[in-house]
């Protein structure tokens, strides 16, 4: 066989273990963590989809080595605690049964313990232990760690690594990177002290030598170990690249990987996860750099999940292995897919965080383009249904889509009709925006799933009442969608003023003085796009804050972007559209004039009610899905056109 990507296929040896590809599953924490620190079975099912969808690697993340001074609500192996070497024996095995390598990461939160904490106030309230005594920005006071809890700290890293290589678990990753404590050690603006930890580089990399030899010595010889380091810290007063570099020379003699990421957490996020504002692969360089003085292997990763971009970055030497973490929560066979050459399959990731903000907000894991996240212990398998039914779908958006590709695989016969002449609902609207190129994707995506289930797809093709007696069915999923919010604003429909969705099709109308009426999550992007292709942008918007329908991971990202492209005019209510720009009333009753030669309307969308409720009594079987049940998000429409067709 001829795989398409046969860089990216390659198997690789590091140490006594080989790896049946260099597609390796980052990192990414578990939800269902018990009070005592074990994994939870809905951890394990978690990780092992990784290891079922193809991975060369699967690392679960993340193990605290020492709670005596992390007391963060994370993974623990600790054989005190019953249960413990038992969960962590389950999930290795989980993911090596289907051909990955199980690894686990060791981590250390240091000053910033306890940040995963739902309760913000118990995380306050906690001993925080770092490199030096301090006050963090949030003004949670630090200690600096003694050398006898540095010893102790040392030699819990190799007994827990010890237990992991008991387990089953075919790696260890030591995390250095990202702002946790070995990387506040390495780091020049987190390090100020003056012992043999602080000040020069070998002392600020003392600590990580110190652990990974404790480490080696757990875990002997041949056992692959993994550094996690930060290529640069990208802020001012931390490390650059170039001594990035050096860091890592130092720690190639006691590692076989290292993994190559950016900056830290807490003042980089959006380095360290690329949002969907950067290029696919923005951090690529620091790995390609620190490839060209070491001679282990190096690792990449940062919004990859292109097997072309990453073939090439194999091929071409900047790194030989390549991580993912959100691109295998939108598609845990992406690797899977590429090495059976079924790429034109894989479901992208749409880098907009809801992974992460549902993390932090409720402790669980959600995924905006793949309903089984978060629920991978109930299985990723459609079972058949019992009896085959005739199912209509009414809309051709992302949850009629994945609504009729569902009930197809299920074994019914399912008819699909989109009243316009091209599939994709409110997604149509996105390949305008080139940061939004995945989104308008997904829609493609899905529907070549379901032509290959056997959907039938009619498009230009209204659903009436009339139209559902005539075909039938069994069951109807109304997915009709959602339509924009036009208010009776004078001057809202001339022939200067271009509606949110329709900008794709209108796009040639707009000026390069554009005033954006709307400051949602849907104005502040089209509003962020229009400031990138040069043009001068006002975005108004009635309340006080914009885009409060953002997620807590996308929204300080989103806003970044507003403020370098986009002026701003809060507390401005629309009166009428001119031609010379939007008349507004401010919320001290001041009327100004907003200039502007264009107006695109962003002012939300309501649902298609009164078609919703024309179609009620049309089957037997109702659902309601998506928008046209209530207005909100692609991964609430995905979600509930899966489950509406599983309960066909």
């Known amino acids: 066989m001829k795989r398409h990507f046969p860089h990216l296929c390659s198997p690789i040896t590091i140490g006594r273990v080989t790896f049946r590809n ?21 951890s394990t099912a978690f990780y092992e989809l990784r290891g079922k969808g193809g991975a060369g690697a699967v690392t679960v993340s993340e193990c605290m080595v020492h709670p005596e001074t992390d007391g963060s609500h994370a993974y623990h192996l600790d054989t005190s605690i019953l249960n413990s070497l038992a969960a962590a024996t389950y999930t290795a095995d989980a993911i090596h049964r289907h051909g990955a390598v199980p690894s686990l990461e060791l981590s250390h939160s240091g000053m910033y313990a306890g940040t995963y904490m739902t309760d913000k106030s118990k995380q306050h309230n906690m001993h925080q232990w770092g490199p030096s005594d301090t006050v963090r920005p949030d003004g949670v006071p630090v200690k600096a760690l003694t050398t006898d809890m540095l010893s102790d700290i040392v030699a819990s890293y190799g007994r827990v690594a010890g237990l992991a290589k008991r387990a089953g678990f075919g790696m260890i990753m030591i995390h250095g990177g990202h702002g946790w404590l070995l990387n506040q050690f390495l780091s020049p603006y987190f390090n100020k002290r003056t012992d043999e930890y602080g000040g020069s580089l070998e002392n600020r990399c003392r600590l990580a030598i110190e652990v990974l030899k404790s480490v080696r010595e757990a ?32 720690i190639e003699p006691y590692v076989d990987i290292i993994h190559v990421s950016a900056g830290t957490y807490q003042r980089g996020f959006g380095d360290t ?53 959100r691109a295998l929560l939108a598609d845990p066979f992406l690797p899977r897919k ?49 009896v085959s039914k005739k199912v209509l779908v009414a809309g051709g958006g992302p949850g009629g889509l994945y609504a009729a590709y569902t009930a197809a695989r299920r074994g019914h016969q399912v008819i699909l009709c989109e009243k316009e002449a091209q599939l994709g609902g409110i997604l149509k609207s996105e390949q305008a925006i080139p940061f939004k190129q995945e989104m308008y994707q997904l829609s493609q995506t899905y529907a070549l799933f379901a032509r290959n289930s056997g959907v039938e797809i009619r498009t230009s093709t209204e659903v009436t009442p009339e139209y559902v007696e005539k075909e039938n069915p069994d069951a109807l999923i109304i997915a009709v969608g959602s339509e924009p919010l036009v208010p009776p604003i004078k001057g809202l429909n001339g022939d200067n003023v271009v509606i949110v969705n329709d900008y794709y099709l209108e796009k040639e109308k707009v000026t390069d003085q554009v005033v954006v009426l709307g400051g949602g999550l849907a104005g502040c992007e089209c509003a962020i796009h229009l400031g990138m292709e040069g043009k001068h942008v006002h975005l108004v918007e009635m309340r006080q804050e914009l885009a409060p329908d953002a997620n807590i991971r996308h929204r300080p990202l989103l806003l970044k972007e507003v403020d370098k492209y986009v002026t701003v005019h809060t507390g401005c209510k629309g009166l009428a559209v001119t031609d010379e720009g939007v008349l ?16 695109i309307c962003a002012l939300g969308q309501h649902s298609r009610t009164s078609l919703v409720n024309s179609l009620r009594d049309s089957a037997p079987y109702i659902a309601v899905i998506g928008d046209a049940s209530k207005v909100s998000t692609i991964t609430n429409a995905v979600y509930e056109g899966y489950h509406a067709a599983l309960d066909i």
């Open 338 to 386: 590429i090495m059976e050459n079924r790429e034109n399959e894989i479901v992208h990731c749409l880098r907009c965080f809801t992974c992460m903000a549902e993390r932090a907000v409720t402790a669980t894991r959600r995924c905006t383009v793949n309903p089984l996240i978060g629920r991978e212990i109930e299985g990723n398998e459609v079972s058949p249904a019992p």
């Open 584 to 599: 507004c009333e401010t919320d001290t009753g001041e009327e100004i004039l907003i200039p502007g030669t264009s107006v």
């Open 219 to 250: 875990v002997g010889p041949g056992f692959p170990i993994e550094f996690r380091m930060s290529g640069s810290e990208l802020f001012e007063g931390g490390y650059d690249l170039a001594e990035g570099v050096r860091i890592a020379q130092m």
């Open 22 to 42: 260099r597609m390796f599953s980052a990192p990414m924490g578990g939800t269902d963590i018990t009070n005592d620190g074990c994994i939870g079975p809905k």
């Open 273 to 325: 996860h690329p949002s969907m504002f950067k290029e696919h692969g923005c951090n690529v360089y620091l790995a390609a750099e620190i490839k060209k003085h070491v001679s282990v292997p190096v690792a990449t990763l940062g919004g990859l999940n292109d097997p072309q971009q990453m073939e090439e970055i194999i091929a071409s030497g900047k790194a030989d292995i390549v991580y993912m973490a």
